[in-house]
């Protein structure tokens, strides 16, 4: 049995599904895996860098952090990460600090501090992937820890690990994929006859939606999947201002209703492809899509991704209605690869 000190970096929806599904598996944990856990450290912008003391066996008390009862005064604050790290000395930090498309930050800084003082890093932040994967996965090999991010694409769906593990020698020619249940959700709630508004209420009260909602409404949600996915599985740092964008605010109700009864709606439709010439062209914009083709029939907060490799004609993988219990399971995973390895 090794018991590892738990740092959560952010402190949202996320955050507290995964510190949900902690306490909900404690026991195949502890009896499979042989894995204990206490959070040791938890950060937010409102809650500042807190610390139950190193030395307290308990940690923070998981189930009161999840409550109306969790009173913060009651930690020691720190006053950076740096010191955060130092006092709390967490073994694992699962960092799920808002999106930032444009350059990633500041998760990536936080995740280098996290690297160098010798934890493993877990971010579901798909920003963190596309700025800064290089620079972070030769800092986790060089301290021998890990980086994993399997909760940035398609929430839990193995795609990352799909390929580490089971695709040896195949080379990824290009993909299309439904990345974005907020669009998706606002999409159907505008083919219902209800407005882009009702939509955006209907995925924020799912708690798919980004911090910042124009992330997923402009298509920078997807943008940055694509990226993420071109620079893990293809090697192919894509930034996303090279991906042609559009998102769905020109979509009129009665243009996607129209679509509907057609056979082939409206889907956000991210792709990305090598042409002949080598270069990877990435697009993410509305398409109608046919029942025929293998994403036509993503629905709701469903996502799904179809590969294209040099030894298969297709892969699909499609994660059926992930909701934010998926999301932390692909980070509990991941907890669990990182330690047992
Ligand atoms: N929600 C999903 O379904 C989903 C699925 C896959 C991946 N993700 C990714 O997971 C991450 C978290 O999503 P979420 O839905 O949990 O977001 P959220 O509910 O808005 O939570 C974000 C958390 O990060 C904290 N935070 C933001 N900026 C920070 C900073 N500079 N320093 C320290 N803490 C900071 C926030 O603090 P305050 O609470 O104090 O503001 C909050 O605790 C995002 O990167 C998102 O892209 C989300």
Avoid at 4 to 19: D, I, S
Avoid at 162 to 184: D, H, I, M, Q
Avoid at 214 to 242: F, R, Y
Avoid at 280 to 306: C, F, I, K, M
Wanted: some cysteine; aromatic content about 8%.
């Amino acid at each position: 049995m090794k018991q590892y000190n738990l740092g959560f970096l952010g402190f949202g929806n996320v955050g507290r599904a995964l510190a949900r599904l902690l306490l909900a598996k404690s026991g195949e944990l502890r009896e499979q895996y042989g894995v204990e856990w206490r959070v040791a450290g938890v950060a937010s912008r409102r809650l500042g860098w807190l610390t139950s003391a190193a030395e307290a066996a308990a940690g923070f008390d998981a189930s009161a952090l999840l409550s109306d009862q969790f009173f913060k005064d009651t930690y020691s604050p720190s006053n950076s990460i740096g010191a955060w790290l130092q006092d709390a000395r967490p073994d694992v930090v699962f960092e799920t600090t808002s999106l930032n498309p444009e350059t990633g930050q500041p998760a990536i800084d936080y995740l280098s501090a996290v690297l160098e003082s010798g934890a493993h890093a877990i971010t579901a932040n798909k920003g963190v992937i596309v700025h800064g994967f290089r620079e972070l996965d030769a800092l986790a090999r060089s301290t021998g820890k890990r980086l994993l991010f399997e909760s940035t694409v398609l929430d839990s769906a193995p795609v990352f690990s799909l390929f580490r593990e089971t695709l040896p020698a195949a080379k990824l020619r290009g993909f299309s994929g439904v990345f974005s249940s907020t669009t998706n959700v606002i999409i159907e709630t505008m083919e219902a006859g209800r407005s882009f508004e009702e939509g955006l209420k209907t995925a924020q009260d799912l708690g798919v939606a980004e911090t910042d909602p124009s992330h997923d409404v402009d298509g920078w949600d997807a943008t940055v999947k694509v990226c993420a996915l071109a620079s893990v599985l293809m090697n192919i740092p894509l930034k996303p201002n090279e991906v042609v964008r559009q998102g769905i605010r020109e979509l009129s109700p009665k243009k996607l209703q129209a679509a509907r009864t057609a056979g082939a709606p409206f889907k956000l439709m991210a792709r990305a492809r090598l042409g002949s010439d080598g270069k990877l062209v990435a697009t993410v914009r509305p398409e109608q899509v046919p029942a025929s083709d293998p994403l036509g029939n993503v629905r709701g907060t469903s996502l799904a991704v179809h590969f294209e490799l040099d030894m298969m004609p297709g892969l699909t993988i499609t994660s059926h209605r992930p909701n934010l219990q998926s999301t932390a399971y692909g980070m509990l995973a991941d907890f669990i690869n990182a330690v047992r390895e």
